[in-house]
């Protein structure tokens, strides 16, 4: 796997099945594993919930996100998927030279369903947790509230590390700003 600042790209040995081009398996198509036996214990295992679903849904994820759709490639000896994407930054016009990494906070989509979440409203944690769909309040404080505080997107009513049980959450007007964008 190789990641840059625009792209991630994956690459696996082995080959598409050969009376698949890749035009067909972006389109509809028979699933064809090169491995039955390793395909049947993932599939009776859950951890593969339909065959032949793997492209159609990485497409969709990536349009559901906003990003271009994936490039297939092979050579014949490998196959390879490149994922293009550009980070958005808060306050950020993409056309203006770019600058110092700290500056602006990278606004991940984990930090843009937290902003929208709270949007113009001062909410508690147990309430904006019920928005997102989130239950480790742990995780929640660790991962989401405490990073949008350290980037300046979101602010608390008492002290961070306050353990009072009327804190309530609020977006600043830089965490305001990523919700206009």
Aim: with cysteine; proline share 8%.
């Amino acid at each position: 796997m190789l990641a840059t600042d625009d792209r991630v790209e994956i690459e696996n040995s082995g080959t598409f099945p050969p009376d698949i081009t890749i035009e067909k398996l972006l389109g509809g198509h028979n699933s064809e594993p090169q491995n039955l036996i390793v395909a049947n214990v993932l599939y009776k295992s859950a951890v593969l919930e339909s065959w032949g679903r793997g492209i159609a849904l990485m497409v969709n994820e990536c349009r559901r996100v906003g990003i271009p759709d994936p490039e297939f490639h092979t050579d014949g000896n490998a196959v390879w998927i490149v994922f293009h994407y550009t980070r958005t930054t808060v306050g950020q016009d993409p056309t203006a030279p770019p600058q110092h990494p700290y500056s602006n906070p990278t606004v991940t989509p984990q930090l843009g369903k937290l902003l929208s979440a709270i949007g113009n409203n001062t909410l508690s944690a147990k309430e904006i947790m019920e928005k997102t769909g989130m239950k480790d309040k742990r995780n929640f404080l660790k991962n989401y509230i405490h990073p949008a505080i350290n980037s300046g997107l979101v602010l608390s009513l008492y002290p961070i590390g306050s353990k009072s049980p009327q804190q309530k959450y609020y977006l600043t007007d830089k965490g305001k700003g990523f919700l206009q964008q």
